[in-house]
């Protein structure tokens, strides 16, 4: 829906009419098919500005006219018997088009919530990202004011060698010996998921996953064949041995730092243990890494990389977390036959990630102002982290346990008393409180996931207390 247009309150033409004729424009433009379902009517309110009274007289004429119905279980959607319908003939059918594309739709809950972020009335509780004041906008504008070698033209399939080598010495700070060879610009790290999907993979292959886990609430793996088994409690050797028996597995994914959503970190013990787990059963291990700059008190220990003597590990970073998700940097670290497909798949797709945000990385990678915004982000985070826990502690002592988390974004929020999540969601939403449940990321019906790395302090402080009496009252 065109969430732009909006009636004129000085035309001469009554409101409704003009929303009357707007609905009918997109029936008759095909915008809107036979079938196609209309917003809600408190949300068409919303978008127009209008009263919803206004917005419910619009929709009777339509419907008396037939254009749209109302449909039990549906909502209101448009009619079969419109002027649309019976051109249908010569027009596309587009429901059956956008029914059977090969990528699967995003979970519902899941598409309320990317619609529902860009509402600038909502508390965004759930969102990962920083927020727009941390953004370091100033200095992104200086970095692109002080070149005059800016190149608008096509980048390396890999990605721009610039950068490419700044994220190489990044990571030898790290500890992973990598070559700018080794490594591919993506823009942001969805996209090295996707291109590791359809590049690497079979697709009647699987692949392990932490329980739960944020590959949960994307369709990326199975929109490309492959099925995601969970590891429920520890990745043991003796779990993934059993696992790849069962279930044809071709690599284990895992966010050892800062995990999304739990907030846990991996201790170095551990990570020895599950690379020599995986190097017995001949299993890579793709490596989540996004949040490993954002620690608090003390360094994590080494990424799964870094301690990696095999060269059993595909290791995905992203820079969009910490200096803006416009920006869309993100990069995948592995063996250069890995990199030299993974790059030809991502040239047939977009020909190379942005080459102004390739340029703007590289300069602060180089310059040492991407250092000097880590830091700061670090401090401001760890302040948002222990507002969010006094909160927690004065609001939700008897409602829910938590742990505190030594770095990232988020605060796994586990409530003492199962409630139905999917109602908590729309309940919360309809308070204007934006959630992320834990359903999201598996089968975890009695946790949320917090996230104290957007919202304002006073945004926070509103949205928990609003969110504790909402819990409170379906418990009552």
Known sequence: MDNHWKPSKQGALPLYQQIYEFIQKQIISGNWPVGYKLPPQRELADNFQVNRSTV????EELKADGWIESQVGRGTVVCQNTWSSLTAGSRADWKTY?????????????QEINKAEFSPTIIRLGTGELSPSLLPTAMIQQAFAETAALSLSYPEGKGSFLLRKAVSDYLQKKGIGTTPNSIMIVSGAIQALQLISVGLLDQNSAIL???????????????AGIRMVPLNGELSFSAISRAKRLHNTALLYTTPTF???TGYCMAETKRMELLEACAKERMPILEDDVYGDLWFDSPPPPPLKALDKHGNVLYVGSMSKVLGPGLRIGFIAAPEP??????DIKMQTDYGSSTLSQFAVAKLLTNGQYDMHIEKMRHELKVRRDFVQKLLSTYFADLAVWE???????????????????LLFKKALQHGILINPGTLYG?????????YSY??????????????????SFRA
């Open 56 to 59: 419910v007289y619009a929709l």
């Open 259 to 261: 995990h999304n959503p």
């Open 404 to 422: 505190q988390p030594a770095g990232g974004f988020y605060i796994w929020l586990s409530l003492i008393k199962d409630i139905p999540l999917q």
């Open 209 to 223: 996953t932490e329980s739960p886990s944020y590959l949960n609430s994307i369709m990326v793996f199975p929109s």
């Open 443 to 451: 089968n975890f019906n009695s946790h949320i996931r917090l996230s």
């Open 98 to 110: 956008v029914q059977s594309g090969t990528h699967l739709p995003n979970i519902q809950m899941i």
């Open 455 to 472: 919202a304002s302090f006073e945004e926070l402080e509103e949205g928990l207390i609003t969110l504790a009496t909402i819990i409170r």
């Open 338 to 343: 890995v990199i030299e497909r993974l790059a």
